[in-house]
């Protein structure tokens, strides 16, 4: 089972490398992407199962080499949280000098829309990057 935890914490680690660095290209480019979602929401299942496996291990009575490893191990969820709380205020954001959507032009629409979903895309990017900090991290405190 430790190997299995180890393992899905290298793909923690290239799951939320690639989610990341392609919605951060995304953002750059102002090119919003379908498959940047479908990434991201990989990643955070491998992150959740990541996360799950660690919390058998420590019931099973296995400890970690160092006790960092819970913060670490534990942060990539936190971070993951954190980050779709964040998303959710995007469009809030946004909208804010905006009196009334509807009174809006379609091309006024579509533009709103798409600053909503690049913020969300890089919101999500660098979330899905500083959980690649935390499992580096995490894999260094883990080992025995």
């Known amino acids: 089972m430790n190997e299995i935890h180890l393992l899905s914490g290298y793909l923690v680690l290239a799951a939320n490398g690639l989610a990341g660095g392609f919605g951060a290209l995304a953002w750059a480019l102002r090119r919003p992407s379908a498959i940047f979602w479908y990434l991201l929401r990989a990643a955070q299942a491998i992150v959740v199962a990541q996360v799950t496996l660690g919390l058998v291990l420590l019931a099973q009575g296995l400890r970690p080499s160092d006790d960092l490893h819970y913060i670490y191990g534990g942060g990539p969820l936190l971070v993951t949280l954190v980050s779709e709380g964040m998303r959710a205020g995007a469009a809030h954001s946004e909208l804010a000098g905006v009196a009334d959507l509807d009174a809006l032009g379609p091309d006024e629409?579509?533009?709103?829309?798409?600053?909503?979903?690049?913020?969300?895309?890089?919101?999500?990017?660098?979330?899905?990057?500083?959980?690649?900090?935390?499992?580096?991290?995490?894999?260094?405190?883990?080992?025995?």
């Open 109 to 144: 629409q579509a533009d709103i829309g798409r600053r909503v979903l690049r913020r969300e895309m890089g919101i999500m990017a660098v979330g899905c990057l500083l959980i690649v900090t935390l499992a580096l991290r995490a894999t260094f405190t883990g080992g025995r």
